[in-house]
């Protein structure tokens, strides 16, 4: 079983900052795809961002230019750098692994809440 730790969440004023992070196992660590996504009350998960194994990354439109994702190979940890946080940020973050070989592995963490006050 794998275990995704995630930590970082909190709760945070309109225009405030927080960082996320995800430790994943070292054994799949370098050949995994890891994204951060969300899921607001009432709302399907949805990808925040995504760092592949070559190092791209993605962003939904609504984050693009506030977060940023970023992988720490010594620590296999994955951060989400949040700034200009706003209410509709508020959810509940997830990290993801996806390796993609002869078959499809996806392992999720356990969620943490990010709640931005107005």
């Known amino acids: 079983q794998v275990q995704l730790v995630e930590s970082g969440g909190g709760l945070v004023q309109r225009g405030g900052s927080l960082r996320l992070s995800c430790l994943v196992p070292?054994?799949?660590?370098?050949?995994?795809?890891i994204g951060w996504y969300r899921q607001r009350s009432g709302e399907q998960r949805e990808l925040v961002a995504l760092?592949?194994?070559?190092?791209?990354?993605k962003y939904a439109d609504s984050v693009k230019g506030r977060f940023t994702i970023s992988r720490d190979n010594a620590k296999n940890t994955v951060y989400l750098e949040m700034n200009s946080l706003k209410p509709e940020d508020t959810a509940v973050y997830y990290c993801?692994?996806?390796?993609?070989?002869?078959?499809?592995?996806?392992?999720w963490g356990q969620g943490t809440q990010v709640t931005v006050s107005s």
């Open positions: 070292g054994s799949i660590f370098s050949i995994s795809n």
């Open positions: 993801n692994v996806l390796i993609q070989g002869l078959s499809v592995l996806s392992y």
């Open positions: 760092t592949a194994t070559g190092g791209d990354t």
